[in-house]
């Protein structure tokens, strides 16, 4: 079983940054591949990044390449989402997602995918 606990969330202006973090319980956070999702009002969830468990394997969405990165310290049981350059559109719930791989190298980029949730953070960009 593994607990996720999502916070750096807030209210920024167009243009600012954000870090979110997701810690995580249970000492096999290094098995898990990791990824930030989002879901705005009346959108579906979407994904936004994601990282294998060895932090070699980096995934982006389209919408956010460039301007989020996301990282990982497997000594704090940690994945953060660096978000520069925010935009209105990034607006959203953030929801960090864990999934138990066999793979160090492997990260998925689909929900479904993911065993464990966080509760969520919420991101909002003025214009």
């Known amino acids: 079983q593994v607990q996720l606990v999502e916070s750096g969330g807030g209210l920024v202006q167009a243009g600012g940054s954000l870090r979110l973090s997701c810690a995580a319980s249970g000492r096999t956070f290094s098995f898990y591949a990791m990824g930030w999702f989002r879901q705005a009002p009346g959108k579906e969830r979407e994904f936004v990044a994601g990282?294998?468990?060895?932090?070699?394997?980096?995934y982006y969405a389209d919408s956010v390449k460039g301007r989020f990165t996301i990282s990982r310290d497997n000594a704090k049981n940690t994945v953060y989402l660096q978000m520069n350059s925010l935009k209105p559109e990034d607006t959203a719930v953030y929801y960090c997602?864990?999934?138990?791989?066999?793979?160090?190298?492997?990260?998925?980029?689909?929900?479904?995918?993911?065993?464990?949730w966080g509760q969520g953070t919420q991101v909002t960009v003025s214009a």
């Open positions: 997602g864990a999934d138990l791989v066999s793979n160090p190298a492997v990260v998925f980029r689909t929900g479904r995918e993911y065993d464990y």
């Open positions: 990282i294998s468990p060895n932090g070699g394997i980096r």
